[in-house]
């Protein structure tokens, strides 16, 4: 795929500046952040400044919408186990930066039971249950809660 700030042909059939085409190549870049994409593209300011820039100005331009939209379709579809995992990072991060805590364990929880740390566990039992089998499950579950007890 071409991109589109590297290509001063297509900037012009796109009817975006050279500083757009820039932008659009750095939020793309970084994963949809709009206020380093807009200091990376070369817009002026602190980053309040930046940030309104790159959501009102930029994100608000329906040529940049369009463009962003069209290299969006480009892109295949990516639903693996590593995306997700990528993702649940990037959303426990991010939440905790943002003072959100309960997004940020709910990330993590995900994560550990990606990672097998939390495995739902459960005993299917059917047919006759005899003393013997009431006993050993008794054991098993004496044994599961001293182990959680000792970590």
Request: overall charge positive.
């Amino acid at each position: 795929m071409t991109s589109l700030a590297n290509n001063p042909d297509r900037v012009r059939q796109s009817h975006l500046s050279r500083k757009q085409a820039r932008f659009i190549a750095e939020y793309e870049a970084n994963n949809g952040n709009g206020t380093q994409a807009a200091k990376r593209a070369g817009y002026k300011g602190n980053a309040k400044t930046l940030s309104v820039t790159a959501s009102r100005d930029l994100l608000g331009n329906p040529r940049v919408k369009a463009e962003l939209a069209r290299l969006e379709a480009l892109k295949p579809a990516d639903y693996g186990p590593k995306r997700v995992k990528r993702r649940l990072d990037e959303i426990s991060h991010s939440s905790e930066r943002a003072g959100q805590f309960g997004p940020a364990v709910r990330a993590e929880e995900l994560l550990g039971k990606a990672a097998g740390m939390w495995v739902d566990q459960s005993i299917n039992l059917q047919g006759q249950l005899k003393d013997e089998h009431i006993q050993a499950l008794l054991e098993l579950a004496r044994k599961r809660q001293a182990e959680t007890s000792d970590k």
